[in-house]
Each structure stands twice: as C-alpha cells, then as structure tokens.
C-alpha cells in the first residue's frame, strides 16, 4: 500500500527546492538592483566620437491617442544628448483623426534641425493608394503603424520606443554602446544583436495633487475626459470608489518596480532565456531583414509567403517577444544574444487607471503569453510571493531535518507563522528595491526633466508612497489566476495604434461568449478556421 507520508515529504522537497529557487533568483535580480541603479551611468561613448564613427539610429515611436504626458514622453526624443545629424525621428499615427496627431505636429515644429517626420498609416503606400492594399500586411495594428516608419529607416540601427515612455538624455548612446560593444577605454566588448531597458511606472496621480503641471493631462482611461473633472470626481468620492477608481495605477507601479524588476534583472542577467518587453528596444535593421528573408535563414519555412523585416510580425500578437525570440535563437557569429543596459530606465507615467482595468490589462498580458512562452505562464503563480512563501513555509515544516536540527513544529501554526515571517522578509525586500528604483538616482536630472521623471531623490520630484504591498500581491495573484484559468481569446493591445476591426474571409471577426475580440489575430484564426491561407479583410 503506498505510504501517503512518502508522497507528502516527497512534495515537501519540490516546494522546497522550488522556493530555494526562487529566492536565489531574487537575490540575484535584487544584487543587480542595488549595484546598478545605485547612480549616474558614466557618459555615452558613441555620441562623443568623431561625427564619421557616431552610428545612425531611427526612432520609431507609435502612438494613438493622448497618452498620460504623452508631450513629455515624445519631447524627451527630442532632448537626447546624441548629434541631431545622426537621429531620425518617425512618430507613426494610424490616423490623422487620432487626437494624438496635433501634438506630434506641434513636437516638430517646437524642436526644428530634427530629421522628424509624422508618419501616417493612412497614407501608406503600402497599404493604401493606387499601389498599395490593406492585406499586403497582417492584422496586427502595431506592426501596421510602424511599417513605414521602419521601411524608411536611415542607418541600420532601429530603436523602438512606445509612444508613453520617457528616456533621459543619454540613453541613446549607452544603449548603442551596449548593442555595439563599445567601452570607455577604446577596447571593444563583445556586441549585441538586441538590447533594452528596464520599464518602470510612475502613478503620478499619486505622488502628488493635481496642481499645476498635472492640468494639461489626460487621463489614461479616457482621450476626451480633463484633469478639471478628473479632480472632482476624486474629491467626491469616499476612500473606497478612490482606491476603485485610481488604485491601477499604483498597483501597476509597484508590481513593476519589484517583482517584474527583480525577475527581468535576473533573468537578463543569468541569460538562459529571452526576456524582454515593447517598451524600448534597439536592435539592427540589416539582421532583422536577413533573419526574417527565408532565403537567408534556412530556419524559416518556405511554405509560407511572409514580408521581411519588422512586416514579418504582422500577423502576431506579441510581436515585441517574437523579434526578441528570433535574433535570441537565429546564429550570428561574434554578437551575444540580448543584453540590458543596466542603469537607464524606460519611464512610463501613468495617470486614473482604476483596479478593473489594471486586472484587465494583467489579464489580457497573461492570455497573450500562453501562446509565445506556455512553460512560464504555466509555472509564473509559483513566483508570487504568496503561493512561493506557501511552499517554503510548507517545506520547513514537514521536512525533517528542520524539526530535528532547529526544533520547528510540524504543525499548521508553526506553518502559518514560517508563512507570515517569510512574506515579511519577501515584502521588505521589495519596499527596498521599489524605493531604490524610483529615487531616481541613475537619471539625468537637468531644467528639461519632468517631474515623474525625476524619483523621488531628486530635488523637485515625488514622494515615496506609504501604502502597504499586500494589495499588489492580492491582485497580482487574482490576475494570474484568472488568466491561467481562463483560456480565451488574446485581443489586440488597443493602446498603441488604431485600426479599423478585421475579420477572415470566412468571417472570423468575434469569438465565442460575449466578449469580442477587437482585432483579429493569427493565432486565434488558425485554431478556428480550416483555411491557413484565409486572407483578411478590412472593416470599414
């Protein structure tokens, strides 16, 4: 008869050695953290060459709609300590009824000697006009936005820049730097194909009132709502519609400065697999069109009529894991895989994101992972800090050895309270790495630097916040729960780029349950439709 003590013990060991795990992760996420982000990256060794040697770099941002400090976000492109003569600007629109078009208009004109264009998805020769057709490209309306602007790059390095981050000065050339291997005393490390920067959310409704530079803002739940009114439906709600209503964006803050932080450190740092997010990332243009042309990379199939280039990702989701998954897997001699500009930080301020679309959001991003990296999402639950602490405090006291060497009952008290103290050591870890990351200390501060922008360290900037951590974990924990749970359907990030609704030619536009998806993806319209080479249509 099988002994249930054997199996009992035997699961012991695995929680055990799993939380062992993932408390090594952490340190080693926390040790960059603290080491890293701890003062001012040295100067940028590309920007001071000799004009002949300074590499060319695109940026391209997209955008739709007026995101929180979206004229600061794009403004600081502008501000770059890097030569005018060696940036070109593609801010890419998908429409020029999109209410962020007047102020990409109104960014070049403030900053004239710029190579900046406001690119327009609508008039697209690709796309649209007497050459062009809508299914020349996939569904995918970020990839849609983009395209021109990445076609009409000048030079080969590309940097990809969502239109609500904010970069200091010099992140330019330490990010060249780090993709070209060039190092501050003349001597060459080994290049890059790929690098990025470490995201971070700033709630600035939270760090201070609305007063003053807040007045032109618009809330990121809405493009037509004002500040103004924003204020008086704070000031007459109670405490709980409050933290309803504005608590996303704090939990956005804080999830993103310690346990996203301390993974996406760890993970980049340790190196065994990609792990990157859209939010800034450079790479050459000459390798991405060389691995994505199956003429040129013998690991792509020849079945399949795909464009080249950053078009290739048109139709899939999560395109921004896809290029990193491709330049991470594909062989090109002399260059590491991806690399972290440890030190510069991807600036996100975020402004009125209630609770129920920061679980949606967590929701929608988790869905999308099933289909790109199903092992982590499979096994991500057991990194939260309170199902990880359940199986440490689990291991503690039902392994032997800890109650024969340290006398630690086998009891459920004494697992609640290895529980507890766990928690509280994990929770103190993350206060101090979430003020270490947002004191600021790494970024540039001068006359031009926002507010959010310059941590809480810095003469002018926020205040770290007092509210406890606890209900970033809860929620956390609910949003991967109902993502792993739920197996529907990954829609389009609808931040980003607008676009018009597609449908298959079979009509495959919604799906089942009451929920309809708001762009058709590939994945989806493979599963459901027999017809692998079903072409898309526009919906006017």
């Not at 962020?100 to 960014?107: G, H, K, N, T």
């Amino acid at each position: 008869m099988l002994d249930l003590s054997l199996l009992v013990q035997g699961a012991a060991y695995l929680a055990g050695t799993w939380s062992v795990f993932i408390f090594l992760v952490q340190c080693i996420g926390n040790t960059r953290i603290f080491t890293k982000y701890a003062s001012r990256p040295r100067p940028a060794v590309s920007s001071n060459l000799p004009s002949a040697d300074v590499p060319h770099i695109t940026i391209i941002r997209p955008v739709k709609g007026l995101e929180t400090e979206l004229y600061q976000c794009i403004a600081s492109t502008f501000r770059l300590d890097y030569p005018r003569d060696k940036l070109t600007i593609h801010l890419c629109v998908a429409d020029k009824s999109d209410p962020a078009y007047a102020v990409l208009v109104q960014l070049v004109r403030d900053f004239p000697g710029f190579d900046a264009r406001v690119l327009v998805e609508k008039e697209d020769p690709l796309l649209h006009g007497s050459d062009g057709h809508v299914n020349n490209l996939g569904p995918n309306p970020k990839i849609r936005n983009i395209s021109r602007g990445y076609r009409e790059a000048k030079g080969d390095l590309v940097w990809i820049i969502d239109c609500n981050i904010w970069v200091g000065r010099g992140v330019a050339g330490r990010m060249a730097d780090k993709l070209l291997g060039l190092q501050h005393d003349g001597s060459r490390a080994t290049p890059y194909k790929f690098v990025h920067l470490l995201p971070l959310v700033v709630d600035i409704m939270g760090l201070w009132d609305r007063t003053s530079e807040s007045q032109a803002l618009l809330p990121a739940s809405s493009e037509t709502g004002t500040f103004s009114d924003s204020a008086k439906v704070k000031r007459d709600q109670s405490l709980l519609p409050q933290i309803q209503h504005y608590g996303g964006g704090r939990l956005d803050e804080m999830f993103m400065a310690t346990t996203h932080a301390k993974f996406y450190s760890a993970i980049n740092t340790v190196g065994v697999a990609p792990c990157v997010v859209g939010k800034s990332n450079m790479f050459r243009k000459s390798h991405l069109d060389m691995l994505t042309d199956p003429s040129r990379n013998p690991d792509l199939p020849t079945d399949k009529s795909h464009p080249t280039g950053i078009d290739y990702f048109s139709d899939y989701i999560c395109e921004d894991h896809l290029i990193g998954d491709l330049l991470w897997r594909s062989k090109l001699p002399g260059l590491r895989n991806h690399g972290l500009v440890f030190g510069d930080i991807a600036i996100q301020p975020m402004a009125d994101m209630s609770v129920q679309a920061y679980i949606a959001r967590r929701v929608r991003w988790l869905r999308a992972r099933k289909w790109t990296v199903i092992a982590a999402t499979i096994v991500e639950p057991g990194v939260e800090s309170l199902l990880c602490c359940s199986y440490s405090s689990f291991a503690i006291t039902t392994i032997p050895w800890f109650s024969q060497t340290f006398g630690i009952p086998q009891t459920w008290s004494a697992m609640g309270l290895a529980w507890l103290a766990s928690v509280t050591l994990w929770m103190i870890g993350d206060w101090l790495a979430y003020n270490k990351l947002h004191a600021g200390k790494t970024v540039e501060v001068d006359e031009n630097t926002p507010r959010f922008a310059r941590g809480t360290g810095s003469p002018g900037g926020g205040t770290a916040p007092t509210v406890p951590r606890v209900a970033t974990r809860v929620d956390r924990a609910r949003a991967s729960r109902l993502a792993n749970l739920d197996l529907g359907r990954a829609a389009w990030d609808d931040r980003g780029v607008a676009g018009s609704d597609f449908q298959c030619a079979h009509g495959h536009e919604r799906g089942r349950g009451r929920r309809r998806i708001h762009q058709h993806t590939w994945f989806v319209h493979r599963r459901e439709c027999a017809d692998r080479k079903c072409s898309f249509s526009k919906q006017e």
